[in-house]
């Protein structure tokens, strides 16, 4: 009998660690994720109704079979703790409860998102998780969520501070029992590019708040943090995230922010504000473009229960998508950056190449580019991903193309 207990005794002793490792699954995102997210549309004024037809929408509309396959819940969810401590979903935005919505959102295929701060308070005012770490994220995964966005507000400045907070919630999520995703929001402060994946987390917020509309106005603006309460646009995000591309990569991404496509400066919504007056579909496709070439994470925020023409062909661009999504998960390199032209090269997985062309002037202009001066060799297909016109490359590699103000082309370069 007493052999018997010793070897069970032995066996649970190696298998307990081993089983401890399974439990991290430490390719949570491979490439960048993608998906809906509430804020920008809706601000805190979600409901459960809303949250199921959005879904509904993604799946209708092909969006989730093109990859966008989650609905991230952002701020405004909350309502407050029971007396036990634990997070309780607010009962007239979620008159059916979390768990309900979540079993929804899973019957369609999709994956699910929630919203906590690493402070006593949310950016908007609702309870936030510290100090209920290990509580919250054991409410999360119970409910069934698939991913957590961790927002900074309310909490100190320093760097310290900042990664223990995260590391302490990855920890907890770990400990869960389920896969989540965590998603850094401290908005780049803190450079978070550094640490953010060893703290635990898969994504990392780089700049500030992104509203609809192209450009501040500020230039050269390095630092992210400049760009709070000035309203960042397309622009300014993009000059700062595409800098950071060495350091992107499967489980660990930029992120700069959601896709302000197709909301036309919608009134009252978060992305409205400092001078958050809408786009040209010139622009949100160039946002598009931009964000796929930078490997970025795609959140959705326009009501894709009613999109236009224009914005469905931008946001369900095949093989655009298929360039964010590259397996082998490289950020593009901005390559040129001068008062006209901003340009992005792209290794993808199979050999080829993407690249980028951005006419950031106010004026149409033609550019000639030449594909080997940015090292791109061994070409000889071009296909222009937008316009999915195809051309043969000449052998001194020259590309002419006249684009628009503010413009991007995309094209994929193969063999
Ligand atoms: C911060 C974040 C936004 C959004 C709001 C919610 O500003 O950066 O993306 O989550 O909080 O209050």
Not at 30 to 52: A, R, S
Request: proline share 4%.
């Amino acid at each position: 009998m007493r052999h018997i207990l010793n070897t069970l005794l032995i066996v649970i002793c190696i298998l307990y660690p081993i089983k401890q490792i399974a439990q991290e699954n430490t390719n949570l995102a491979p490439t960048p994720p993608m998906g809906f997210m509430t804020w920008n549309y809706f601000g805190v004024n979600i409901h459960e109704d809303d949250l199921k037809s959005l879904a509904d929408a993604l799946v209708e509309s092909g969006l989730r079979d093109l990859g966008f396959n989650h609905i991230f819940i952002d701020d405004g969810w909350q309502g407050g703790r029971d007396n036990k401590n634990n997070m309780i979903p607010d009962p007239k935005k979620f008159p059916s409860g979390m768990k309900a919505l979540v079993d929804y959102v899973h019957s369609k295929g999709l994956k699910i998102g929630i919203y906590s701060d690493a402070a006593q308070l949310t950016c908007a005012g609702y309870t936030a998780s510290l100090g209920f770490e290990e509580q919250d994220a054991k409410t999360f995964a119970k409910w069934g969520f698939d991913y957590l966005k961790y927002d900074y507000c309310g909490a100190p400045s320093d760097w310290q501070t900042a990664i223990y907070r995260y590391e302490k919630m990855a920890k907890a999520l770990r400990e869960s029992g389920r896969d989540i995703v965590l998603g850094v929001c401290e908005w780049g402060d803190r450079q978070p590019w550094i640490w953010a994946k060893k703290a635990g987390g898969q994504l990392w917020r780089t700049t500030a708040d992104i509203r609809d509309k192209w450009f501040s106005g500020q230039k050269n603006i390095k630092n992210s943090q400049v760009l709070h309460g000035k309203g960042a646009g397309i622009l300014d995000i993009l000059n700062i995230n595409a800098e950071l591309s060495d350091y992107a990569g499967p489980n660990g991404w930029n992120d700069p922010d959601m896709l302000v496509v197709g909301l036309y400066g919608k009134k009252g919504a978060p992305s409205s504000d400092l001078g958050g007056k809408g786009c040209t579909d010139v622009e949100y496709q160039s946002q598009m473009s931009l964000w796929c070439l930078m490997a970025a994470p795609l959140m959705i925020t326009c009501d894709i229960r009613n999109m236009n023409d224009a914005t469905k062909r931008i946001l369900t661009n095949k093989e655009i998508i298929e360039i964010d999504q590259d397996p082998l998960g490289k950020q593009s390199k901005r390559l040129v950056n001068n008062n006209i032209w901003q340009i992005f090269v792209k290794p993808l997985s199979n050999g080829d190449v993407a690249l980028g062309i951005l006419n950031i002037s106010d004026k149409e202009q033609i550019a000639n580019v030449n594909v080997l001066d940015l090292g791109i060799t061994g070409k000889k297909k071009v296909k222009d991903l937008w316009s999915k016109k195809t051309f043969s490359l000449n052998s001194s590699g020259n590309i002419k193309v006249k684009l628009a103000s503010h413009e991007t082309v995309v094209y994929r370069l193969t063999k």
